[in-house]
């Protein structure tokens, strides 16, 4: 059953349609010219899956269409009556509302318009007409906030989509603007735990989350009740539910993704339903790559991907110093809960310490710890709780300290480059790394060893680009191109970058490297490396950066707070469709496991509710940036990653 018929007496417009859906899809297409020939063909072809009709058709083949007695409407109130179970596609050039008035939700005729948007709009209503008949696509609700700085009242909107879905509502949302100033404040809080690492942040983020659903959603009861009517079309489901905060670029910077409620499965919203934010003022009307409803059928899709290892002591116009780390392509240096290869032994040795080292580390846990170190039983107890417990314990204390000393490490064998870098007095970043090698070097048999030597191996940049090459043809990417200071050739970077742009376009450009957002000039900066080694990096406005993306359609920043506060507002000047940032700092290893599962996720998975079945008919940004944050969680639940990601995307 994979039958259409298309109705339409217009010569060039009855072709193009017939053309669009051979193109695009699997579908049988016949051409009917007059509501005559298209009843006998219905009448003797039970296998047809949809009918595309146009409101202007003539009787027969004999009699010319006249405009103003709309026998295609006629023919679609017939099909509705004598084939209910049929879905029809009706293509008119009078005002929606009124064919809306005649077909509600409930029947199956989806309306679309004559312009220049035919093809997507038709292809659109394609799929959802063959999704209703199969019952693989279900519905979806669009909640969209409008935030505004220093009024009492917001709004709120609703809309469905999906299935012939049409569901609106809207209203007002009373806010106290004394709260959203201590939310500001509270998020500010909670970005500086996340910053740290500190063990508080979890809560922090949950409190923060449901006092933001108490005064912004919660409060407002009519919106509540009119919200919950909403929800009961999707079955309560928060996964067929998107969030879009839509904001003006000057508003408080809260944290606004963290929304916290019992009501979804996951507590927090955002790992639930896509939730992403949209900054006016400074829309573009380019298309967001593979937002929902879109298609990409016919063309390669292009990756540029910029690794800016810009580090160092640089000065921006304003006079602001600033020092910038060298960007580490390896491993996080804290312990993590897989590092424990031999938990039986570590306990014991901890337990009873015979020796200097284990000694130390005793008397520097907590009570918690050592009450679950002396619980621990090798046959009886999870081992699960006890290794929670010691890689939190020591992950707080190497890095603040150093926890060398001679005496200490009397009987312990140290690699020629432990010994180095404790010849170095190590701070900061360094001495976290030469703690954990100190306690790989005491225990090789219960900490496993990193492989320090891959800190010159394949980068961020690298990976993603074998990520995408390996199955270039199948996710449908033309070119993949990576811009680093290995493939430079003597050129200064950013000549040789200036240069790759121009031979666009391309449709995503991954940035990894260094941001900044200068608090009083209120403006973004990105770094990218000085031709000159050893001068200062050079700082680029996020503006200028976007003046030279042309018709990019998706920026991935890979950089520390490169979408908290206003930074957003000068993301938004890129005039880029859609962009993906981080709220907080991040380690290189985690930004760069996000990345890849991010591509992974939006390339590799197949939409099972997709009717039409073409690769890029199957592929949703909001929901990939979903599932990539899940799944993140999911490997790394006690690490910040997940929850520091924010989407905008800035189409109209």
Same mark, same amino acid.
């Given at each position: ?73 006629? *023919? ?64 979806? !609700? ?15 909107? *609703? ?20 709260? !959203? ?193 002396? @619980?621990? @039983? ?16 020591? @992950? ?97 970077? *950013? ?118 079945? @073409? ?38």
């Amino acid at each position: 059953m994979n039958n259409v018929l298309v109705v339409i007496a217009n010569e060039e417009l009855g072709i193009s349609v017939v053309r669009i859906l051979k193109q695009n899809t699997a579908l049988i297409v016949e051409h009917a010219h007059c509501e005559k020939d298209a009843r006998s063909w219905l009448d003797h072809n039970s296998d047809c899956a949809l009918v595309v009709v146009h409101i202007n058709i003539p009787a027969d083949n004999n009699s010319p269409a006249k405009p103003d007695e709309l026998l295609g409407l006629g *023919l679609v109130t017939w099909l509705t009556e004598a084939k209910p179970a049929l879905p029809v596609i009706l293509i008119f050039q009078v005002p929606n509302r009124i064919l809306n008035a005649l077909f509600g939700p409930s029947k199956k005729v989806r309306l679309v318009k004559e312009g220049v948007d035919l093809p997507e709009r038709l292809l659109g209503a394609v799929d959802d007409s063959l999704a209703s008949t199969s019952g693989q696509r279900d519905r979806y !609700l669009t909640l969209s906030l409008t935030v505004y700085e220093d009024k009492n009242q917001w709004w709120w909107g *609703l809309k469905g989509e999906g299935e012939g879905f049409r569901y609106e509502d809207d209203g007002p949302l009373e806010v106290d603007v004394t709260k !959203l100033k201590k939310l500001s404040s509270k998020s500010q809080e909670l970005y500086d735990l996340m910053s740290k690492d500190a063990q508080a942040w979890g809560k922090t983020l949950k409190d923060l989350g449901s006092e933001i659903f108490k005064e912004i959603l919660d409060n407002n009861i009519q919106f509540m009740r009119r919200f919950a009517l909403g929800l009961e079309t999707i079955n309560n489901d928060y996964s067929k539910l998107k969030v879009c905060f839509r904001t003006s670029n000057k508003v408080y910077d809260i944290a606004l993704e963290s929304l916290w409620s019992d009501a979804a499965r996951d507590n927090f919203w955002m790992l639930s339903a896509p939730i992403y934010r949209w900054v006016g003022g400074v829309a573009t009307k380019g298309k967001p790559l593979f937002s929902c409803r879109e298609l990409h059928t016919s063309e390669s899709i292009n990756c540029l991907i910029i690794e800016a290892d810009a580090w160092g002591e640089t000065t921006l116009p304003y006079g602001t110093t600033l020092k910038l780390p060298k960007l580490d392509w390896k491993r996080s240096s804290k312990v993590s809960v897989g590092d424990l290869i031999d938990l039986p032994s570590l306990a014991s040795k901890l337990k009873q310490p015979a020796d200097a080292i284990s000694t130390y580390l005793k008397n520097s846990f907590s009570d918690k710890t050592l009450t679950a170190l002396a @619980n621990y @039983n090798v046959l009886e107890s999870d081992p699960i709780p006890l290794k929670l417990t010691l890689v939190r314990s020591l @992950n707080k204390l190497i890095g603040s300290q150093s926890i060398y000393d001679a005496q200490r490490f009397t009987g312990v064998s140290l690699r020629p480059e432990t010994k180095e870098l404790i010849a170095e007095n190590p701070q900061g970043d360094a001495l976290l790394r030469v703690d954990r090698m100190l306690l790989e070097d005491a225990y090789p048999g219960e900490i496993s060893k990193h492989d320090w030597s891959k800190a010159e191996g394949k980068s961020e940049c690298e990976k993603i680009q074998e990520t995408l090459m390996e199955k270039q043809k199948m996710f449908g990417i033309g070119r993949v191109v990576v811009v680093s200071k290995r493939v430079l050739g003597g050129e200064p970077f *950013l000549s040789y970058l200036s240069k790759t742009l121009i031979r666009g376009p391309w449709d995503i450009i991954h940035y990894a490297g260094h941001s900044y957002f200068h608090p009083s000039e209120k403006r973004g900066y990105l770094f990218f490396p000085n031709p000159i080694d050893g001068k200062p990096p050079i700082p680029m406005l996020i503006e200028d950066f976007g003046a030279q993306l042309g018709p990019a359609r998706f920026l991935y920043l890979s950089s520390c707070q490169s979408a908290r506060g206003n930074f957003l507002a000068s993301l938004a000047q890129c005039q880029v469709p859609a962009l993906l940032g981080f709220s907080c700092p991040v380690y290189d290893e985690h930004a760069e496991k996000f990345a890849l599962e991010f591509y992974k996720q939006l390339f590799d998975c197949k939409d099972p509710y997709s009717a039409t079945r @073409n690769e890029g008919d199957a592929k949703c940004l909001q929901h990939a940036f979903l599932r990539t944050r899940k799944r993140v969680r999911e490997k790394m639940s006690s690490e910040t990653i997940w929850a520091q990601p924010i989407l905008m995307f800035q189409s109209n």
